[in-house]
């Protein structure tokens, strides 16, 4: 068997209408302005996007203690949504002036106030490809909550250009993952 060396990937996008109104209108004029104009800002967000951390599965078991102290364990009843972590984390590249950031600061305030009568962001939706890009598995984070947002690691004596990036933090109440393959 001839392994392919080209890896495996994934496909995520913010879908349309994650980022309110008020965020898209206050930044697209400046993200229109770059050298590489975006059309909207879910355009311009996505291609910053470098890493998705997909959840992490603990499968706990039940221990029973029979005659003469002998140990059995038995599987767990938990039910399988709850055996993987709902957490997750997405990674970005920083971008000219942080302006990613700021767009996501923006929106995790938004979202955070109460004003604001959703209660999860939108769903967010994964796919996972194969070395020729055909879709092997879709996996949706649904009813999203922020969690986290790194700093903002900024330094005078750093003016060298360089990768620098952000993560944020996400939990999601259920994931439903699809095998796409035929």
Do not use: H
Request: hydrophobic residues 35%; contains cysteine.
């Amino acid at each position: 068997m001839l392994l392919n060396p080209k890896g495996s990937s994934f496909y995520f996008v913010f879908p349309r209408g994650f980022f309110p109104e008020a965020i898209t209108e206050k930044y697209l004029p400046y993200i229109r302005k770059q050298p590489i104009p975006f059309d909207n800002i879910n355009d311009y967000m996505n291609s910053t996007i470098q890493t998705i951390g997909f959840p992490s599965m603990q499968i706990d078991s039940v221990e029973q203690v029979r005659n003469l102290g002998k140990k059995i364990q038995y599987k767990s009843s938990t039910p399988i949504q709850d055996l993987f972590s709902q957490d997750f984390t997405i990674d970005f590249k920083n971008t000219d002036g942080f302006m990613n950031y700021f767009i996501m600061l923006d929106t995790v305030l938004w979202n955070l106030n109460f004003k604001n009568e959703n209660l999860w962001i939108q769903d967010l939706p994964l796919r996972i490809l194969d070395g020729e890009g055909n879709i092997v598995a879709s996996v949706t984070f649904k009813q999203s909550i922020f969690t986290s947002f790194t700093e903002l690691s900024l330094n005078y004596t750093q003016n060298n250009p360089q990768f620098e990036s952000f993560k944020m933090g996400f939990k999601c109440n259920y994931i439903d993952i699809r095998m796409e393959f035929k």
